[in-house]
């Protein structure tokens, strides 16, 4: 059974860092693609960032890019999201999610539909 579970969220002030994590575990050997999506209370679901497997490529939300950077370590089956100069409005729970990467991964990333493993989420709260 495919679990994906995230940790590191918590409180920060704006201007400041976390970085999360999303550990993964009963895959079959494949190719995976992850994403971060985050929803923000009273608001959808929304794409944050993804990488591909080799993590040669990265995409990123254009409210985050510049701040925030994803990688992974597969040899520790572990995707992380490093969050920098955070502001009130990244103040979400965040979710990581993974899927095969396909052709239509190149394609819809942005979307939820390439993933069909998602985590519980981690709540990510800035304040002033």
């Known amino acids: 059974q495919v679990q994906l579970v995230e940790s590191g969220g918590g409180l920060v002030q704006p201007g400041g860092s976390l970085r999360l994590s999303c550990a993964a575990s009963?895959?079959?050997?494949?190719?995976?693609?992850t994403a971060w999506f985050r929803q923000a209370p009273g608001k959808e679901r929304e794409f944050v960032s993804a990488v591909t497997w080799s993590g040669n490529r990265k995409y990123y939300a254009d409210s985050v890019k510049g701040r925030f950077t994803i990688s992974r370590d597969n040899d520790k089956y572990t995707v992380y999201l490093q969050m920098d100069s955070l502001r009130s409005e990244d103040t979400a729970v965040y979710y990581c999610a993974d899927g095969l990467e396909t052709p239509d991964f190149y394609v819809y990333y942005r979307k939820e539909d390439p993933y069909n493993n998602w985590g519980q989420g981690t709540q990510v709260t800035v304040y002033s």
């Open positions: 009963g895959h079959t050997p494949s190719r995976y693609a």
